[in-house]
Structure formats: structure tokens, C-alpha cells
């Protein structure tokens, strides 16, 4: 079976906080792609990052950085000194054929 | 600009309707997907296509079903739309497996 599990449900940081956001997921596949996604409140999902499984590098991109461990099945996002414009729900996926998305995780930002 | 384009942002339709959403890409994909979306549960998958004319159940099918007679074209149809298909429906389509998926704006289906 394919899963992806966002255990975080809604975190609230204050602005310029360091927030990490967890994504773990199930595959037996041995090729599969992981994302991120970002749906701001205006609705429409904004792709942030793709990993392949043959590529633990991590990654870092401004503020935004990714951690991909396959030992532990997880892909997990960092924000480094949030702003409130990082307000959003974030989503995990997982692809091999189909995507399998997670249950989001709502970030709240406070000024 | 890519983009992924859904016929309606929001819809008010009636129990026992039949509805079509509508959904049109103009990236030449050969992938496209329909997911709803409902608080708490995440994106849940009810079709998939990989070419014209193909199609794949995906998670949550009941109730729904899909045409793709044109590659840039994959309508969702409600049968016999119902309360609780009162959600908000995504359309997306993506090339390649290593790529990422491009969504549209989403539509938000209330049945009363």
C-alpha cells in the first residue's frame, strides 16, 4: 500500500520562528518522486520541490530547505525565519504512477 | 504561462443533478487527475487518465465517473450528484513521472 502521513495538523509559530513540517510515507516501489506543495488561501495548490528516490541530497532554496532520509521514510520541510506570508496548508505527496497526497498541514504565522 | 483550467470556481447544483466539471490543460500532458478536496482528509483521488480515452479508478470512485476523449480535455461527470459530494474538486495534470503535477483553480460543488 501507499501512504503518506502528515501527522502535523495545524501548527502556529511566531513570525521569524523556524518551523519544520513532517512527512513520512509507505511505498513499495523502489522509484518513486516525493513533492511538496504549498495551497495559500487563495485556493490553488504552487508545486515547491521534487525529490526522487535516488536522491537523498537535501536541498535549500532561500528560506525553504528539505531533509529526504530514506532510512526513515520521510521527507520532511523547513521554513527558516517565517513570515506571515508562509501562511498556508502545506502538502506532502508521493508518486509512482498516481500521486498520493497526505492530509496537509495547516501553517499559521502570527505577526 | 502553463495552465490548468476548470470550467467553474464554484457550482450550486441540486440532489439527483447530473454534473459535469470540466477541466482543459494546454501542456500536451498525458496524465490528468481528479482529486476533492475536504477538511481533514487531504486530496483523495477519484479518476485518473494516461491517454486519451484511458482511465483508472483511483481512490474514492463511487459515485463519479470520467471522459477524456481529447488529450487536453478530462470531464468529472456526478451521476446522480448527492449531499455529500459537496466538496471542493481539483483538476490535474502532469507529463513525465519525475514531474510535478499542475493544478487548477479548483471548483467548489454544493449540493443541496
Known amino acids: 500500500a501507499q501512504k503518506v502521513t502528515q501527522a502535523q495538523t495545524e501548527i502556529s509559530v511566531v513570525e521569524k520562528e523556524d518551523v519544520t513540517l513532517d512527512c513520512v510515507y509507505e511505498?513499495?516501489?523502489?522509484?518513486?518522486?516525493l513533492f511538496w506543495y504549498k495551497q495559500p488561501p487563495s485556493g490553488e495548490l504552487v508545486f515547491l520541490i521534487r525529490r526522487n528516490s535516488f536522491d537523498e541530497q537535501n536541498e535549500i532554496s532561500g528560506r525553504y530547505s528539505w531533509n529526504f532520509q530514506k532510512s526513515t521514510s520521510s521527507f520532511n520541510f523547513t521554513i527558516t525565519a517565517s513570515q506571515v506570508v508562509d501562511s498556508a496548508v502545506y502538502f506532502c505527496a508521493l508518486r509512482t504512477y498516481k500521486y498520493i497526497f497526505g492530509t496537509g498541514t495547516r501553517l499559521k504565522v502570527l505577526a | 504561462d502553463v495552465k490548468v483550467t476548470q470550467s467553474s470556481r464554484y457550482l450550486v447544483k441540486r440532489t439527483g443533478e447530473k454534473v459535469f466539471l470540466e477541466c482543459v490543460q494546454d501542456m500536451d500532458h498525458e496524465n490528468m487527475f481528479w482529486y476533492r478536496q475536504d477538511p481533514g482528509l487531504g486530496l483523495r483521488l477519484i479518476y485518473f487518465s494516461y491517454d486519451v480515452k484511458m482511465k483508472e479508478k483511483g481512490d474514492i470512485p463511487e459515485g463519479y465517473s470520467v471522459s477524456r476523449e481529447k488529450k487536453e480535455r478530462f470531464s468529472l461527470i456526478l451521476e446522480s450528484a448527492s449531499t455529500n459530494q459537496t466538496s471542493m474538486y481539483l483538476c490535474?495534470?502532469?507529463?513525465?513521472?519525475?514531474?510535478?503535477?499542475?493544478f487548477g483553480q479548483g471548483t467548489r460543488l454544493t449540493v443541496v
Open positions: 490535474a495534470s502532469s507529463g513525465l513521472m519525475n514531474t510535478e503535477a499542475f
Open positions: 511505498t513499495r516501489d523502489t522509484t518513486y518522486y
